[in-house]
């Protein structure tokens, strides 16, 4: 079984901070990443 | 909010206090740590400023490249569409050249090599006003080159918050947030 997507969510108002796992709705939002730049 | 000038013999209340003793120009507003994929952070921004600036120290060691990644936030939901950027970078041999994004779906920060801290210094200019958020912004890290950023979000929304993330594993580190003071 693969690891499960984590997300840290934090509340700058109350101070608080979550971790849990994504949801599939909030899996499917992440981002489809443009090729990443490598330099020598 | 303004500054007050005390005169000699004025007594200093508790009241006064608090409010002018943290009347610095750059006020902490939170930090957190960042330990997964995604790395959101709501209620950072206010009405008490319009321009801020965080600071991102990713620490941790992790196999290959990633990206660090970035997307502003309203109500809990990341805007992903409209991230216009232009970097320029250098290697450590002196070589340099420039990319961007026409526009992307989110602000492409940086590269998280394996092995060596990661630093990022990033202002963000007015994200709380229902117009465009700007952004400038720099890395560095030993095993990766150098860039300098600057980039705009051009959707005329007010933001809250930003969500970190990461294309490859999760980020380790923490993020801080600073406002600049206004009068």
């Given at each position: ?40 | ?23 610095g120009g750059l006020v ?156």
């Open positions: 079984m693969s690891e499960p997507i984590m997300g840290t969510f934090h509340d700058a108002e109350t101070g608080e901070t979550v971790t849990r796992e994504l949801t599939a709705e909030e899996i499917a939002a992440l981002p489809i990443s443009e090729p990443t730049r490598v330099y020598e | 909010m303004a500054v007050k000038t005390f005169t000699t013999g004025e007594v200093l209340t508790a009241s006064d206090t608090n409010t002018y003793l943290n009347n902490y507003i939170t930090q957190y740590a960042l330990s997964s994929t995604s790395n959101p952070v709501s209620n950072c921004f206010t009405s008490t400023y319009d321009n801020y600036y965080i600071q991102i120290d990713y620490t941790a060691a992790s196999a290959g490249t990633s990206q660090l990644q970035l997307r502003l936030r309203a109500s809990g939901t990341d805007a992903s569409t409209n991230y216009y950027s232009g970097v320029n970078y250098v290697t450590w041999s002196g070589t340099g050249g420039a990319f961007g994004q026409n526009p992307g779906t989110y602000l492409y920060v940086a590269n998280k090599g394996s092995g060596f801290r990661l630093s990022v210094g990033m202002e963000i200019h007015s994200p709380k006003l229902t117009d465009y958020t700007n952004f400038t912004w720099w890395n560095v890290s030993h095993d990766n080159a150098g860039w300098n950023g600057r980039a705009t979000h051009a959707t005329a929304t007010s933001y809250d918050g930003f969500n970190l993330l990461s294309d490859s594993g999760n980020i380790t580190g923490t993020c801080y947030i600073y406002g600049y003071r206004k009068a």
